[in-house]
């Protein structure tokens, strides 16, 4: 009797560590996990504000460097380049920085460029009109390009460690509940007590730390309001598994109630 409960609850605790892994491992490779993964979240946080204006001024701030398109007037530009993104060019954009950031940061590729030319094509021809526009030189309008410095993190060994960290856990997961029927139905039922309060318990870490991006300090960053809604998107993405944990551990706490009614054997 002692040893098979002894059984049950290391396999109770096994399960516990385990589903809490296979939970972050997934929403982290729902961000890094492919080069689709990443355009996805570009083209879904460059639908934040900050984000957007972030990539406005990057393309006013190269028109304004050629001296005949700057004649035109920041103020100008600026309501033209917004127009442009609104019109669906921010999606491009964004999926085509999603996949040159997958390329460097996940990859190891060195550079990768990403033409803003057809923006400022359309922003200019906003202002001027096609045809005026059409006489606008804008070779000089070179492309934004993604280097990875020595002080960025080097994410190239997470996706595959992901996956095989996500299949580990779910692996071992199963095989722990499993573990825990074989050694003892009742008991294993009766471990739900403990497995449902560890795991409602890991839902509110998750639900907290999706809502903890304001505690961060920002002040270093060059641009802070751009980093904290960034931040508050990625980290907001553990909001929903936190919550279906906590279901589900309420959901094992309740059965593990009962269960403790039935005579144990």
Known sequence: MVVRRLIVAIASLLASVSLLAFVVSRVLLGVVGSAEATSGLAEE?????PVREAIADEVVDR???????????????????DEVLVSGEASRLAGEFGVAAYDVFVVGEPVRSVEIAPTARAAVDRVLGAELGAQV?????????IVRTERDVDLSWSVDRLR???????????????VMVIASPVGALRRLLPLGAV????????????RSSGVIDLSSAPRPDLVRAIAEDLLG?????????????????????????????
């Open 45 to 49: 946080l460059i639908e934040l504000p």
């Open 199 to 210: 795991v409602a318990v890991a839902g509110l870490l998750l639900i907290g730390v999706s």
């Open 137 to 145: 030189d804008l070779t000089e309008v070179g492309p934004v390009d």
């Open 63 to 81: 028109l304004m460097q050629e001296p005949e398109i700057a004649e035109l007037g920041a103020s100008a530009l600026r309501a033209a380049v």
């Open 164 to 178: 095989f960290w996500s299949n580990t856990a779910l692996a071992v997961a199963l095989l722990s509940a499993g």
């Open 237 to 265: 993405r553990l909001a929903r598994p936190g919550v279906m944990l906590f279901g589900a551990g309420a959901l094992s706490v309740a059965v593990g109630l009962l269960a403790r009614l039935v005579p144990g054997r």
